[in-house]
């Protein structure tokens, strides 16, 4: 008799929900609790506006010197996002998965991380994630920003300053995030259709994942992606607003698909990182396409709160959908 297969290493507390800003009753108090512990003190949503400050006042171009396309400041907003890229996905690949410092504590899926299979590039999951994040997802990106600071410093894009209007600087990095909730689970469903679905596919080679496989995708699903940096041709922006938006869609893609829940650091988690939300969509493809800070996956009925009830509607809404096809 052969034991069955243990289906997952580490599972939080469930059922999962959602941002209590969109609950009822309300919950005034929960939902400033939720926000503030993603934004402020030690949090990735912080540490990337952090980032993107730096990134713009010293490794960036400014915004007269990108009125005209030239090779060198170009290069530098590719070098810049590929060296971000590398200084976030390396030291969690390490910690995690390498070194395995902190072993299995936090860990959703129980197969080790990578693999190797004639799925991947080379064989090798590692390198097949490598080479689509860096080749592919860092060049998409870079372009999309060169696309916006070339706009912006012709006029084809609308800009603002700080001294312009302070109270609008400060809001649109709040409003990024929830602008993403909503862009991302509707290209999400468009990629998981008949039509798309053959380029998320090499996304979906991860069903156990690490930091690299948040950016690994096809060419055509990093275009998706990252296009939705083209909100900046609508709402008046920042170039630091820009650097943020792709940082957030990048980099906190590294960060939710390290495998683990969080950083666990002298016995106690330190940094929360990835949404067991996520993962079960890695495990099980059509359930749980969007984020927990806006609820479109409970509204379209394609919601897992991580419990055998949850498990059990997904089946028959797969079922369902089987026979009507």
């Known amino acids: ?50 980032l993107s400050v730096i990134a713009y006042l010293w490794f960036s171009p400014r915004l007269d ?70 080749g592919s997802g860092v060049t998409i990106w870079s372009a999309f920003e060169v696309l916006i600071w070339w706009s912006m410093a012709n006029g084809w894009a609308p800009t603002i300053t700080w001294a312009s209007n302070p109270i609008w600087f400060i809001a649109v990095f709040f409003l990024i995030p929830v602008w993403e909730s909503f862009y991302f689970y509707w290209i999400h469903r468009l990629l998981h259709t008949d039509l798309f679905y053959r380029f998320h596919a090499l996304h979906h080679r991860n069903t156990d994942i690490g930091p ?27 170039p630091v607003h820009l650097i943020f938006h792709l940082a957030f869609y990048g980099l906190l893609a590294i960060t939710t698909h390290t495998g683990f ?24 493809f059509e359930v749980n396409y969007g984020n927990l800070d806006v609820p479109w996956d409970k509204l379209f009925g394609s919601f897992h709160d991580g419990t055998e009830k949850g498990k059990a509607m997904m089946k028959e809404r797969l079922k369902t959908r089987t026979r009507r096809t």
């Not at 690299?212 to 900046?232: D, K, Q």
């Not at 016995?267 to 495990?283: A, S, T, V």
């Open 65 to 134: 010197q990108t009125a005209t396309l030239s090779l060198g400041w170009i290069m530098g907003v590719w070098i810049r996002n590929f060296v971000l890229v590398c200084a976030v996905a390396t030291p969690l690949h390490l910690w995690f998965h390498k070194f395995a410092v902190q072993g299995q504590d936090m860990k959703y899926d129980p197969r080790p991380f990578p693999r190797k299979g004639r799925m991947f590039t080379l064989s090798d999951q590692l390198k097949d994630n490598m080479i689509w994040t860096l």
């Open 261 to 284: 829940e969080g950083l666990i650091f002298r016995n106690k988690k330190r940094l929360h990182l990835g949404n067991f939300h996520h993962q079960i969509h890695h495990r099980y």
């Open 1 to 50: 008799m052969t034991t069955p297969r243990q289906e997952w290493n580490h599972v939080p507390e469930t059922p999962i929900v959602t941002s209590p800003l969109w609950q009822w009753p309300p919950k005034p108090l929960a939902a400033l609790k939720w926000y503030a512990d993603s934004w402020f003190w030690f949090t990735i949503n912080g540490a990337i506006v952090a």
């Open 212 to 238: 690299w496989s948040g950016l690994s995708m096809h060419p055509v699903e990093h275009g998706f992606y990252f296009g939705t940096a083209l909100i900046h041709f609508v709402l008046p922006t920042h």
